[in-house]
């Protein structure tokens, strides 16, 4: 349930430009609880029956690999087999980057393409492995950089995409999580300097950070502000992506200098006008920075990802009904033996469905080598053991 709207920019539309791996990638959407259902499960006001879903779908290759064994349409999108999910309605305005280059492809070969993006930076997309380029260089290192690229996160008209009242309006007559987004507090500007010039900018460029995060809030808020005055907004949605297996790029101390005035500035606006979900998309150990997130607004993390050492389990007992999750299966456990599948499920999910707050998936895409037979028993034995466990709520 990936929250993507009009501020997904240069990174992604660059993908979709010069690969159709997310057209490949699509799973088919479903909607078996509404709005309210899953508002009041993932802030602790209900536990009536457990959500399961799958986050992203399959990773580039893994539908060609179902395919040679057998799989039929229904299951290459997944519409074969059951879960109980939301449906995610984003409004469609722009919170982050307007504007910029026209994308172009500068160099094609068989294992690469090589563009520009609208950012201007030339980004590198390997073909067969990715769904979305990654930067070769980037716009910004000095507070000159970024003042000459800082009127594409200016507040304007052109933020507002034609009929998006409308959509929201759809979404919440349809029964949709209603949805905006906001860029990263670290993502974005790491987008701009680049991940090792950012963390080296918290301390040689702090105004520069500062004035980054304090251009992108103004802009959000007051986006924010409008979609909000006039209907519920029910989630604010965040991507960083800012952790690997050792633990977050950023610390607690540059959170609440630097991101916790950013996040605040947007989540104390929406909830103070009804918004009940504050989440953030990141992959890596976060649990360093959970508490400095916690104290920023954030109520939603996922995937929680194991690999990286997270544990839902020994997470919930820690912070409680203070902090609900999506995902924390692991996925990489579907290309072992069935045994460790049944495993990982016993683990996880009776105390999920126990205390509620979780919407259960794999922690990420599907990976190549995930046996179609594998994959079926999963979702089998996941709705064995819900089953079970539901009726002892």
């Given at each position: ?40 499960y ?29 799989a ?10 059951k ?28 294992e ?68 905006v ?50 209907m ?18 950023a610390g ?14 947007c ?5 103070s ?108 034995k ?9 009726t002892?709520?």
């Amino acid at each position: 349930m990936r929250a993507r709207d009009a501020c997904d920019f240069g990174r992604l539309s660059m993908a979709r430009h010069i690969t159709d791996d997310h057209t490949a990638l699509a799973i088919a959407p479903g909607m078996e609880a509404r709005r309210e259902e899953f508002l009041d499960y993932m802030t602790f006001q209900a536990n009536d029956r457990p959500l399961f879903t799958e986050i992203w779908g399959p990773i580039v290759g893994l539908k060609d690999e179902w395919a040679a064994q057998g799989a039929t349409p229904a299951e290459l999108d997944l519409s074969a087999f059951k879960f109980r999910r939301p449906q995610n309605g984003g409004v469609p305005v722009n919170t982050g980057w307007l504007g910029g280059c026209e994308e172009e492809i500068l160099e094609e070969t068989d294992e690469y393409i090589i563009g520009r993006d609208r950012m201007g930076r030339r980004v590198k997309l390997c073909k067969g492995k990715a769904t979305a380029p990654l930067p070769l260089d980037y716009p910004v290192s000095n507070m000159d950089d970024w003042q000459r690229i800082k009127p594409h996160y200016a507040f304007s008209e052109a933020r507002f995409l034609d009929g998006w009242e409308e959509a929201a309006r759809e979404h919440l007559a349809g029964g949709r999580v209603v949805t905006v987004s906001i860029p990263g507090g670290f993502d974005e500007p790491r987008q701009l300097l680049g991940e090792e010039a950012l963390c080296v900018a918290y301390y040689d460029q702090p105004e520069l950070v500062h004035d980054i995060l304090a251009t992108i809030g103004d802009t959000a808020f007051r986006v924010l502000e409008r979609v909000s005055a006039g209907m519920t907004i029910d989630q604010l949605s965040v991507h960083e992506d800012m952790a690997g297996k050792s633990g977050s790029l950023a610390g607690p101390r540059q959170i609440e200098e630097f991101i916790a005035p950013y996040y605040r500035k947007c989540w104390d606006l929406l909830r103070s006008r009804g918004a009940r979900l504050f989440s953030q998309d990141s992959d890596g150990n976060m649990e360093g920075v959970i508490a400095a997130f916690l104290a920023a607004g954030i109520n939603v993390m996922y995937p929680m990802e194991p690999a990286a050492g997270m544990d839902m389990v020994r997470t919930r007992e820690q912070y409680g009904a203070r902090l609900a999750f999506m995902g924390g299966i692991d996925k990489h456990v579907l290309r072992a033996s069935k045994e460790e599948i049944v495993a990982e499920l016993e683990y996880k999910i009776p105390p999920m469905v126990r205390t509620g707050g979780c919407l259960l998936g794999l922690d990420h895409r599907i990976p190549n080598c995930t046996p179609l037979e594998h994959y079926r028993f999963y979702i089998e034995k996941v709705w064995e053991i819900l089953d079970r466990e539901t009726t002892q709520l």
